[in-house]
T-cell receptor, first 113, second 113 residues
Framework: QKEVEQNSGPLSVPEGAIASLNCTYS??????FFWYRQYSGKSPELIMS????GDKEDGRFTAQLNKASQYVSLLIRDSQPSDSATYLC?????????????FGRGTQLTVWP | DTEVTQTPKHLVMGMTNKKSLKCEQH?????MYWYKQKAKKPPELMFV???????INESVPSRFSPECPNSSLLNLHLHALQPEDSALYLC????????????FGPGTRLTVL
């Protein structure tokens, strides 16, 4: 079983719609969860971090964490063509003092005008 | 400021060449990372430095040699690489302690001929 699994997509939504990206993780004691956005040929850029169960909102982005179900998601409201990118889910396992991250394979999102 | 810089942006080298990649951050972060990323794959951890000491080596071939000369700089020395080593090489850093967020540099696109 992989440490972090994402629905690999690709995911295609129209402009203005809500894009929903999902991620599950295997280590029950994982502590920290991150969503990175990566444009083609560029480096990952942090979008959201979440540490506690529930929702965390930042502008058009909402991260949701459910530790009991070992599930983390990212919602993008009012999707824009500029949101078209690969979204990487990353998890820091419990006890990792060096902050080692485990990445999912990424979900490619296309937002069409 | 959450900036990590990397030089060069692009590098083309032959299999007999010796070259170095450089990473720099001035955020006072004491954990620094090298990742390798192939197309359509997530970043793959290579090395972790903590307080200028090598803490994790993910069984990387010896043709890759990391160095951390001070708390702001991280180098990756390359020698006798293979064409399959062509990839995007990413540097990241994070604060030690409870802060978990890793910040990535823009990467170096390496092509081995």
């Amino acid at each position: 079983q992989k440490e972090v699994e994402q629905n690999s997509g690709p995911l295609s939504v129209p402009e203005g719609a809500i894009a929903s990206l999902n991620c599950t993780y295997s280590d029950r004691v994982s502590q920290s969860f991150f969503w990175y956005r990566q444009y083609s040929g560029k480096s990952p850029e942090l979008i959201m971090s979440i540490y506690s169960n529930g929702d965390k909102e930042d502008g058009r982005f909402t991260a949701q964490l459910n530790k009991a179900s070992q599930y983390v998601s990212l919602l993008i409201r009012d999707s824009q063509p500029s949101d078209s990118a690969t979204y990487l889910c990353a998890v820091k396992k419990g006890g990792s003092t060096l902050g080692r991250l485990y990445f999912g394979r990424g979900t490619q999102l296309t937002v069409w005008p | 400021d959450t900036e990590v810089t990397q030089t060069p942006k692009h590098l083309v080298m032959g299999m007999t060449n010796k070259k170095s990649l450089k990473c720099e951050q001035h955020m006072g972060h004491r954990a620094m990372y090298w990742y390798k990323q192939k197309a359509k794959k997530p970043p793959e951890l290579m090395f972790v430095y903590s307080y200028e000491k090598l803490s994790i080596n993910e069984s990387v071939p010896s043709r890759f040699s990391p160095e951390c000369p001070n708390s702001s700089l991280l180098n990756l020395h390359l020698h006798a690489l293979q064409p399959e080593d062509s990839a995007l090489y990413l540097c990241a850093s994070k604060a030690t302690g409870s802060a978990d967020t890793q910040y990535f540099g823009p990467g170096t696109r390496l092509t081995v001929l």
